[in-house]
């Protein structure tokens, strides 16, 4: 639990960063990642400018670089692994800035000294500090043009203190490594409804005379360096952090010995050649070893990002000579040994080759083979993104990430970039996890418009079940996007029975996508087809104003103002930043609106055509759903209700929905936010709830295992 005076200690009266009114930052992380309360606050304390932008230009160096420049950026906060990630691919995105503030992970020497030596005048400053002490408790300055050493983490804020100490509680002399413990003005309360894990973690401050003073015992290892600086060494428990997410390897250890085939196993994460870090399991098997069924059980029972990717038979663990794990004599780890039973099969053709260098080299692998799964070998997000850059510069073609999902294997990318500009239009649906032989679920996007994030959703559901997802029609901004309702499901009912003439049919859809599964499942149900289920992924129902009168619409509005109003303070009061964050969005949608109705907008000839695609199909659907008039559906719905909300609802229980649920509303309620809920750990909750209600739709029922491929694209494949 973070107070006020916690956030207010981290953005004023601070000297690690000038905070001025001349600051412009671009807002890098989601509203629940705690670097946003520094991003948020630091801006709107001190008058400097908040920019939000969407995950699609944060993904896309194009884009990125146009908001920053046309924003004036000149601030951001960046994770160590995104960092990494535009100084390898497109290092102009930091042009113009002028101070950029990394952490979360531990700084790669390599990628700082390269942006460093590229923009010498650029501060860069190394942000390191736990949660629990609000954001940052140490920073480092990196003035340096050479670097050879570990980056240290610094000193700690002028408000804040910082100790290393030994098992007795003593402070640790220059170079020894000891656990490090934080204190000062952004110590939080505490853990909610936690008090033992708090008074275990929240300890008195023995250095300092106020009676009150707390520290925080961090569990990071750290030495003092001769010049007063901290240096950072690595987790005393072992936990490891992995793209921002903290991870027990010994939790993973016990669920991989559950699996009934594996005798002993130890996971471990360690470095590839780049800096980047994966997780390694080395396990001692009983009989033979099938890296795809257990890779199927701890998609069951872990979040995606907690399964390892590279999994190591052993004969034996190695130990000691006294009996403990002997870690140095754990074998390197290499996807391709005799052990594995692999048979690689090589690039043939020149895009193929030249699809095989660029893998190997995104995802720091040796060798590959032409039929590998790129998620299937620690393929994720921010290696997507390097990958279709790497292509884009090379191919002269861009694809969208999602082409992953429709071609995941060298093979079938390379056909798609071959088949070049003559194939059809892009198709809408998308295979995220086509294998199986229960009925699909067939998963419709919100307003992001692809479907990349509901790859940790597939994942977790029964390996049996084939997962498929419809992204935006005009995502390659040749196909013009629909601004009817009726006519975006007809589209994508048109592609789902191309693909499944026969049924059943499962639907799901989020925010807007919600909208669209139902208006799919009325056509459907109209056409005399099976549809089993209807899922609605916290998505409002309360129609448009559009089809009501004058009075009515006035006092529906004048009857809400004051619920609303209470609720915006109740809401503030538990999640501050995450508010102010909608409420701002909030206020800028309103203002695009109002410039639309005074015909601003339309008095610019030709302005769709200066937005990216993005922009453009999000305005189209806006009218497709200013037009829709919702009717009821002869069938039930399941609405999936998260339980934690930032915005006003007239009918927060069911959100519009009962009146338009002929046979019935199941409500389902679901951890985290409307953003949250499909993201980790939250959608470990989320899978396994949606597979039970499959299960239970379905019972019984099978679809042949091979589908009509849903892509244009690859129908020569």
């Known amino acids: 639990m973070i107070e006020n005076r916690n956030v207010v200690s981290l953005v004023k009266g601070v000297n690690y960063v000038n905070m001025e009114e001349k600051n412009v930052l671009l807002n890098t992380g989601s509203a629940s990642f705690d670097a946003t309360s520094f ?3 630091s801006m709107l304390l001190n008058g400097g400018e908040l920019v939000l932008c969407n995950e699609q230009t944060l993904l896309n160096s194009d884009l990125l670089k146009q908001e920053i420049r046309k924003r004036k950026v000149n601030m951001m906060w960046f994770t160590s692994s995104l960092l990494n990630q535009w100084v390898d691919l497109d290092m102009t995105v930091f042009e113009g800035l002028r101070t950029v503030i990394a952490g979360g992970e531990k700084l790669s020497e390599k990628h700082i000294e390269k942006l460093r030596n ?5 501060e860069i400053i190394n942000g390191y500090g736990p949660t629990e002490n609000t954001t940052f408790s140490l920073t480092y300055p990196v003035r340096e043009r050479q670097i050879s050493q570990p980056i240290p983490i610094g000193h700690p804020l002028n408000n804040r203190t910082a100790y290393v100490l030994d098992h ?21 309360r505490g853990y909610l409804n936690r008090p033992d894990l708090t008074k275990e973690k929240f300890i008195p401050d023995p250095f300092i005379a106020d009676p009150g003073a707390r520290m925080y015992r961090t569990g990071d290892l750290a030495r003092y360096l001769q010049d007063g600086n901290l240096e950072y060494h690595g987790r005393l428990d072992e936990q490891v952090k992995i793209r921002g997410f903290r991870i027990e390897p010994a939790e993973i250890e016990s669920v991989i010995q559950q699996y009934a085939g594996v005798q002993h196993a130890v996971v471990v994460a360690r470095e590839d050649r780049a800096s980047e870090k994966r997780l390694i399991a080395y396990l001692v098997p009983e009989g033979e070893f099938s890296r795809d069924d257990i890779t199927a059980f701890l998609q069951s029972k872990l979040p995606s990002y907690m399964v390892p990717r590279v999994f190591i038979p052993l004969n034996r663990i190695p130990l000691t000579s006294n009996g403990k794990l002997d870690k140095k004599a754990l074998p390197d780890p290499d996807l391709f040994t005799e052990s594995l039973n692999r048979k690689i099969r090589p690039a043939e053709t020149d895009t193929q080759k030249m699809l095989a260098a660029i893998w190997t080299d995104a995802l720091h692998l040796r060798q590959i083979s032409m039929d590998d799964n790129f998620f299937e070998l620690g393929g994720h997000s921010l290696i997507a993104i390097r990958v279709m850059k790497m292509i884009e510069e090379k191919a002269n073609k861009r694809l969208p990430i999602t082409a992953l999902f429709e071609a995941p294997t060298i093979e079938k990318l390379s056909r798609m970039l071959e088949q070049g500009e003559k194939s059809d239009s892009w198709k809408s649906l998308v295979p995220i996890k086509p294998g199986g032989n229960k009925p699909p679920l067939y998963i419709v996007h919100g307003s992001g418009l692809t479907v990349l994030i509901f790859h940790a959703l597939a994942t977790g559901l029964d390996p049996d079940q084939p997962v498929f997802g419809l992204q935006a029609r005009g995502l390659n901004g040749i196909d013009e996007p629909f601004d009817n309702m009726e006519e975006i499901a007809a589209c994508y009912v048109m592609e789902v029975l191309e693909q499944n003439s026969q049924g059943p049919y499962n639907l799901a859809g989020y925010s807007f996508g919600g909208i669209v599964a139902f208006e799919m499942a009325r056509q459907l149900k109209a056409m005399g087809r099976e549809v ?42 538990k999640y501050p930043a995450e508010t102010i964050a909608y409420q701002f969005n909030f206020l800028k949608n309103k203002l695009t609106r109002l410039l639309a109705g005074a015909r601003i907008i339309q ?27 919702l009717t009821p559906y002869n069938g039930t719905i399941d609405l999936f209700r998260v339980k934690s909300r930032m915005y006003f609802l007239d009918d927060p229980i069911y959100l519009g929905w009962k009146p338009f649920a002929l046979q019935g509303l199941n409500i389902h309620e679901i951890s985290g ?14 899978s396994g709830l949606l597979g039970e209600i499959l299960n239970e739709r379905n019972a019984g029922k099978e679809v042949k295992k091979d589908f009509v491929n849903p892509s244009s694209v690859l129908k020569a494949i």
């Open 39 to 41: 991003e948020y606050w």
């Open 118 to 122: 590229r923009y010498p005048s650029l």
């Open 168 to 188: 007795q509680l003593r402070l640790c002399g220059v170079g020894m490594i000891g656990e490090l413990y934080v204190g000062g003005a952004g110590v939080g």
């Open 532 to 573: 089993n289920m209807l899922a609605i992924f916290d998505t409002n129902a309360g129609h448009s104003v559009h089809f009501d009168d004058w009075a009515l619409r006035m006092g529906r509005k004048f009857k809400r103002q004051l619920p609303k109003f209470w609720f915006i303070l109740r809401s503030f009061k």
């Open 603 to 629: 008095k610019m000839p030709g302005e769709e055509e200066h937005l990216d695609h993005a922009d453009k199909i999000n305005r189209k659907h806006d009218i497709a759903f200013e037009k829709y008039k």
């Open 673 to 686: 936010d409307h953003k949250t809920f499909l993201l980790a750990p939250n959608v470990q909750e989320l």
